[in-house]
């Protein structure tokens, strides 16, 4: 019977509520060694003990606790100037610390779970909806309201909130898709190889001549015969082509034109191609590279109903299209689409002196989108002043097109799997005259079914059994039919009313959240946890099998399956879902360099493009040969093409596809700090901020949380050059309550101060000024130089440890040895990624084990698959 | 008279402005995104509803004006224009101009617009949520009178939004104006609106069928995660209500006006042309009546190089608000600036020009204009630049706080609540209503 009582006893204080646990602030520890500051009086740090209650349901009190037990574990509280604690009187006051606040947790998790209820965010209801309708090619992420994010991912149920909006909006989306998929069933055109001549293209022909709103020779076009001027066909006294009556010389007809496009993949399209429908195609460019002599005309219009103008003197700064002759370099071209819901960057590719057919392979087109070319690294054009920077004495560099050859739409089995999904083996056709259907751009049509309320029923069950994700109840298949048949009596045909339950399905919450329970994740959750981590979509037919047979939760299985994931080229969605979020890179386009101070890179689509491919090139490859996590910040080798080569002073890269690059000795780039990607988004575009950038390096890279900074007058950037943010800092860090988190925060940002706005080298600051004589020379857009070189940089700091850099040479030389840290920052923002949730202070001993497991060099995939592993990940 | 004044409860339509006439076959149709500024579930605010009607503009220009050229140097109702407000010069007695206001611990620089009529703490930081808009406040409220219970326009942007529901999602603002404009007044033909209305009622059948699901899901799950469905739940009653709301209005005809389509600027870079296209938008939606709350988002950050008639701009306006003290830059910022008062002043001329009843539009409609930024080149969100006219208070005046240590912004909204009919004192931090601001 008394043993008995005990029992209950201690069952009972096992359930107390955490805030009856001991109270260590009036312990016998806290009194020797702490409440000599952390007293009611001195509340040294904002800190009183004697009135701290233990209420671990109050997330600031948690936090509270925690930072005590981090502080002491790491000797760094009591103060070395203070009396210490011996070691065996701090163990057991840690032990009795860590203990309550793991039971706290660890209750909470086998209540609730670590993570969150949470709904699919946008980027995996786009790719869900891609993968489950076989439609690749579906652009509708951004129809939904931004994401919200929580400890930076866009993955976490707190801040994945719904509203009547995202509601409209998964009605209008999904409808949407569905329709698509229809059309795409509908259509189905023969699959052609057509050449799109240039000569045929208005859009490119009608800027042969000058108009009042395009008077100058740098935005014209203009035709040429190999390399041989047309100035007639340009005045337009001779036809522009010779037409299919003579097919040699239509072969070698081209258009060339001198500058990039004005706004991106805008100028220079193919209005005479439209992509018949959604689908895939295979696109090739005949054309050649060229150089145009100087001495160009412009024409002077009187008015806008001027269509003539009057010539005015050549000048010898205008391309002159009656001068022609062989290109003398090698141009880079980017190929964009067009007239869809945004442009897209789908292929690039090096143009030579010597005409050749170059083929971008097969890209993905939306209905009616077109495609355009840009010559990326020529001239954008911008008012009030017109100068082509790349003309020189003798002439300018120039492309010419001969033909875009499209050949499509390419059929495979999956072309039309969307509809099989929908609709089985069942006819689709026009609807009869007056008779109701789905209505298309161009067609209303319906489904002909011979026996609807057996269709229904048959095809919702296939629907729901393979959209679900796990198998789907009889209730569900009762709720669904039962909508459809609602619809069907309220007047809609049976093609309206189907499309209205599978909208209804994809709108539905068991469709559009997790569902996870608390507790070790069965086969069928952890297959969708898998695949949102690896591909950011819904899992596939594989993965639902063995989840279906209970093998997935086999260790061995899981393994396989991480690979196979990973090896996908899906495994790309997350390459880039991964980064966008942990370096920020989904705002590359949030600032624009400063036209004053940074016109050479203003206007540079080309850089930014393989800005970002480097990093998502240098992840890839990292997963791809489970590299050390050490490269994060250091690594000999980079992914680099001409553009980027040349923006880091690297030799010998040409031609605009990026490929790995052995670095030469000296250059601080390799790994993610110096890329140029992450240099732009933690820069303004117009100046950088040592603050901002150190801060993120401590928090993204590092994984050191910053407290946000108390209310002080902010730093007034200064561009006219005759002060730098490191001496306006200097201000702020001699006070020493701003210098305790700022001797932390900034030595990483002092160390990238020798890199601009857009991640290039610097020894000295541009500056603006009226009194100071700009550099010479001409942006991207055109407009001389604005900025002078002013005061030299610094970019030399001291850790807080007390060990002195110079710059971000020796900044690196200080990280070597870092790679456990490395990791584990690497390790805790996949975890969060990965499971949605953060790493709370009971997950830290499952984050050491992972550690653990992926050493000495913890590699990238090694990290990966530890995390599969580990109980974090396989629980909720 | 009454009753083809009240077609239903609390549905009050305006006197037709001319004679009725039908553009009918114009080609339109009503798509369900645009249902979010539909209708909210209940009126409550029964003075709201009855007295005669008050709206308000809210506008935020997101990088902020030059702070030495606007604010005014001395205090009262004798106060001296400062060199902008000056462009506001005929409107003197008819705006407060507001000093030493800000939102208490909204912080973060650029990331703050969207905070500007919402107030909600620490926008910058990663687990920032926002809460609801002053506009989404009101469109609760009395949202039912009108077609539309509250327009989120947009200039340069469709993402960046003034106009947050009660669970802190945006609402995606409408940067288009001609397609604004045709849901506003373009009549459908009797079989676009009976499509209209059948798929109004397919999208209710849709909802009434996944919200059963998700009850059947509420039942086995603990409280944390019930609360998430919980809100999935209550939007698919919200929309709902909104769906049945404009089936209502979808049957009956839309206002007629005289002036043409609007037509959109094509680039970006005629982001002024585009300001003016939308006031001129906000005020027509006003004059008939079409919503009683429009927030307009001036999203100038990823705006490029502007193109202004007879001002020269050599750099993008996001960097030229970086001016970082260079003189050249200040003055093409100086002269955008200006051109934002003009746009504003000719904004409230056309209110002020249009009678409704005893009084003008201006009288009635409540026009806050803005900034996040209290000075662009240096990112703070205090000190913001703040501008209120018409809407029935006793104006006229320059209402100057502590530049140090600010007072609350908010206030005002409590203000302009109170001053909408809307029974209320208290709107996000604020402590009260806004001192020195007596309502007409």
Redesign the interface.
Not at chain 1, 684 to 687: D, I, L, P, Q, R
């Given at each position: 019977m008394k043993s008995r009582f005990v029992f209950m006893a201690l069952a009972f204080s096992s359930a107390l509520p955490a805030h009856a646990a001991p109270p260590f602030a009036s312990g016998a520890f806290t009194e020797k060694y702490c409440l000599s500051c952390h007293d009611s009086e001195s509340k040294s740090g904002g800190l009183d003990l004697t009135a701290l209650p233990f209420d671990l349901d109050d997330a600031s009190n948690l936090r509270r606790w925690i930072a005590i037990y981090d502080r002491v574990q790491a000797g760094e509280m009591p103060p070395k100037n203070k009396k210490r604690p011996a070691p065996d009187e701090i163990k057991p006051f840690i032990q009795r610390l860590v203990a309550s606040l793991n039971d706290y947790e660890t209750q909470k998790t086998t209540?609730?779970?670590r993570a969150?209820?949470?709904?699919l965010n946008g980027y995996e209801y786009e790719n869900a909806l891609r993968d489950l309708l076989s439609a690749p090619w579906l652009q509708i992420k951004?129809?939904f309201?931004?994401d919200?994010?929580?400890?930076?991912f866009n993955k976490i149920?707190?801040?994945l909130?719904?509203?009547?909006?995202?509601?409209?909006?998964y009605?209008?989306a999904a409808?949407y898709a569905l329709r698509e998929v229809l059309a795409v069933q509908f259509r189905q055109p023969p699959t052609t190889t057509r050449r799109h001549y240039a000569r045929d293209q208005k859009t490119l022909t009608s800027k042969f001549t000058q108009n009042p709103f395009n008077s100058s020779p740098d935005r014209q076009t203009y035709p040429v015969l190999e390399w041989q001027a047309q100035p007639k066909v340009r005045s337009l006294e001779e036809p522009l082509s010779v037409g299919e009556a003579d097919p040699t010389t239509r072969e070698k007809e081209a258009v060339g034109w001198v500058s990039s496009n004005y706004?991106t993949g805008f100028t220079y399209r193919w209005d005479g191609f439209r992509a018949p429908v959604a689908g895939r195609y295979r696109v090739r460019f005949s054309g050649y590279t060229l150089w145009v002599g100087p001495g160009g005309i412009s024409r002077s219009f009187a008015n806008g109903a001027d269509k003539i103008g009057k010539p005015r003197a050549p000048q010898k700064h205008l391309p002159n299209f009656d001068e022609i002759s062989k290109g003398r370099t090698n141009e880079p071209i980017t190929v964009y689409t067009r007239n869809g819901v945004k442009n897209r960057r789908v292929g690039a590719f090096d143009l030579s002196p010597e005409p050749a057919i170059h083929d971008i392979g097969e890209v993905w087109l939306l209905s009616g989108e077109t495609l355009v070319p840009d010559a990326s690294r020529f001239y954008r054009s911008?008012?009030?002043d017109f100068r082509n920077p790349l003309m020189q004495e003798d002439g300018a560099p120039s492309v010419a097109f001969r033909w875009m050859e499209v050949e499509g739409p390419l059929y495979d089995d999956k072309t039309t799997a969307g509809y099989r999904l929908l609709f089985g083996d069942l006819p689709l056709r026009e609807a009869p005259k007056g008779k109701r259907g789905v209505a298309l751009a161009d067609a209303t049509v319906e489904v002909v079914s011979s026996n609807p309320q057996h269709d229904i029923e048959r095809l919702m069950r296939r629907f729901l059994q393979r959209v679900y994700r796990r198998p789907s109840t009889e209730?569900?298949v009762r709720?669904?039919t039962?909508?459809v048949n609602?619809?069907l009596k309220?007047?809609?045909s049976f093609s309206?009313a189907m499309l209205?339950g599978y909208?209804?399905v994809l709108?539905?919450?068991?469709f559009?959240?997790l569902?996870e329970q608390?507790g070790r994740l069965d086969d069928y959750a952890l297959a969708t946890r898998l695949s949102l981590f690896l591909w950011n979509s819904l899992p596939d037919e594989t993965l639902l099998s063995l989840a279906a047979q209970g093998q997935l939760n086999r260790s061995q299985v899981l393994r396989e399956q991480t690979d196979r994931l990973l090896n996908d080229p899906k495994a790309g969605r997350f390459v880039e879902a991964f980064l966008d979020y942990w370096l920020d890179l989904r705002k590359i386009?949030?600032?624009?360099?400063?036209?004053?101070?940074y016109n050479d890179y203003?206007l540079d689509d080309a850089l930014t493009e393989a800005a970002v491919l480097e990093s998502q090139l240098f992840f890839a490859d990292m997963l791809k040969r489970d590299l050390a996590a050490r490269n994060i910040v250091d690594a000999d080798y980079t992914f680099l093409n001409e553009r980027l080569a040349q923006h880091y002073n690297v030799p010998d890269v040409k031609g605009t596809a990026l490929r790995p690059v052995k670095l030469p000795a000296d250059s601080p780039r390799g790994g993610f700090m110096t890329q140029a990607s992450v240099l732009k988004v933690t820069a303004?575009?117009?100046?950088t901020s040592p603050v901002l950038r150190g801060k993120w390096i401590m928090e993204r890279i590092l994984g050191y949380e910053i407290p946000?900074p108390p209310?002080v007058a902010?730093?007034?950037?200064?561009?006219?050059g005759a002060v730098t943010i490191r001496q306006q800092l200097d201000k702020h860090r001699a006070d020493p309550s701003c210098a305790s988190c700022h001797n932390r925060m900034d030595p990483p940002g002092f160390a990238l101060e020798s890199f601009d706005v857009m991640g290039g080298w610097r020894d000295k600051y541009r500056g603006?000024?009226?009194d100071k004589a700009p550099v010479a020379g001409r942006g991207k857009n055109g407009?001389k130089f604005?900025f002078h070189y002013g005061l030299p940089v610094d970019s030399a700091g001291v850790l807080p440890d007390g060990r002195a850099f110079s710059d971000i040479r020796d900044f690196k030389k200080l990280l070597r040895g870092e790679d456990e840290t490395l990791a584990r920052n690497l390790a805790k923002q996949l975890v969060t990624y990965g499971t949605g949730a953060p790493v709370r202070f009971s997950d830290r001993a499952a984050v050491e084990k992972i550690l653990q497991n992926a050493k000495p060099h913890y590699g990238a995939r090694s990290l990966i698959h530890q995390i599969v592993q580990s109980d974090l990940f396989r629980s909720k | 008279m009454e009753s083809s004044r009240f077609h239903g409860p609390f549905v009050h339509v305006r006197e037709p402005i001319s004679r009725r006439r039908f553009l009918r076959g114009a080609g339109i149709a009503l798509?369900?995104?645009f249902?979010?500024a539909m209708l909210p579930r209940v009126a409550r605010a029964a003075e709201a509803t009855t007295g005669k009607p008050r709206r308000m503009i809210g506008i935020c220009n997101n990088l902020g004006l030059l702070p030495d050229l606007f604010f005014p140097k001395n205090a009262g109702r004798d106060y001296a224009l400062s060199p902008y407000l000056e462009m506001l010069k005929e409107h003197r007695r008819d705006f407060t101009v507001f000093s030493g206001v800000s939102h208490p611990n909204v912080?973060g620089g650029h990331p703050a617009d969207v905070c500007f009529l919402t107030a909600a703490p620490?926008p910058g930081?990663?687990?920032?949520?926002n809460t609801i808009s002053l506009d989404q406040f009101i469109a609760e409220q009395i949202g039912i009178l009108t077609r539309f219970p509250s327009l989120t326009l947009g200039v340069n942007t469709?993402?960046r939004?003034l106009s947050w529901?009660?669970?802190?999602?945006?609402?995606?603002p409408e940067d288009k104006a001609a397609e604004v404009f045709k849901q506003l007044f373009l009549q459908g033909t009797q079989s676009q609106i009976e499509a209209q209305i059948?798929k109004l009622?397919?999208?209710r059948?849709?909802?009434?069928?996944?919200a059963?699901?998700?009850k059947?899901?509420q039942r086995d799950?603990?409280?944390?995660?019930r609360e998430?469905?919980d809100?999935?739940f209550s939007?698919?009653r919200?929309?709902e209500g909104?769906l049945k709301a404009s089936r209502g209005w979808e049957q009956k005809p839309k206002p007629v006006v005289k002036v043409p389509v609007p037509v959109d600027p094509a680039?970006p870079a005629a982001f002024m042309d585009k300001i003016k296209v939308i006031y001129d938008l906000a005020k027509l939606a006003i004059e008939t009546d079409s919503t009683r709350a429009i927030t307009i988002m001036l999203e100038g950050?990823?705006a490029?190089?502007l193109?202004i008639e007879g001002v020269?701009i050599?750099?993008?306006y996001?960097?030229l608000s970086?001016?970082?003290?260079?003189?050249?830059?200040r003055a093409q910022l100086k002269a955008i600036d200006e051109l934002h008062m003009k746009l504003l002043a000719d904004l409230l001329a056309a209110l002020k020009a249009t009678r409704e009843g005893e009084e003008s539009l201006l009288d009635r409609t409540m026009v806050l204009y803005g900034s996040n930024f209290g000075?662009a080149?240096?990112?703070?969100t205090t000190n913001m630049p703040t501008i209120l006219a018409g809407g029935g208070f006793k104006h006229g005046q320059h209402l100057a706080f502590d530049k140090m240590s600010n007072y609350p912004l908010p206030n005002l909204f409590v203000s302009m609540l109170q001053r909408m009919g809307i029974e209320r004192d208290k709107f996000a931090s604020s402590t009260g209503t806004m001192r020195g601001l007596e309502m007409a």
């Open positions: 209540r609730e779970g969150l209820q949470r709904r951004d129809q309201p931004e919200g994010e929580a400890y930076r149920g707190n801040a909130d719904v509203s009547h909006v995202h509601m409209a909006r009605i209008s409808e706004v911008r008012p009030p209730n569900d709720l669904f039962a909508l609602e619809r309220a007047g809609l309206e209205a909208t209804a709108a539905s919450p068991k559009v959240y569902n608390p386009e949030d600032s624009t360099p400063s036209t004053t101070l203003y303004n575009g117009t100046t946000p209310p902010a730093v007034e950037p200064d561009i006219r603006v000024a009226d407009h604005a | 798509s369900l995104p249902l979010e912080d620490h930081s990663s687990s920032f949520r469709r993402t939004s529901t009660g669970t802190g999602v945006a609402i995606p059948q009622d397919t999208g059948s849709i909802l009434d069928t996944v059963e699901q998700a059947e899901l799950v603990g409280k944390r995660d998430r469905l809100q999935y939007s698919v919200d929309l909104r680039t950050v990823s490029p190089v193109e020269k050599t750099d993008g996001h960097n970086h001016h970082g003290k260079s003189e050249n830059k000075d080149n240096t990112h703070v």
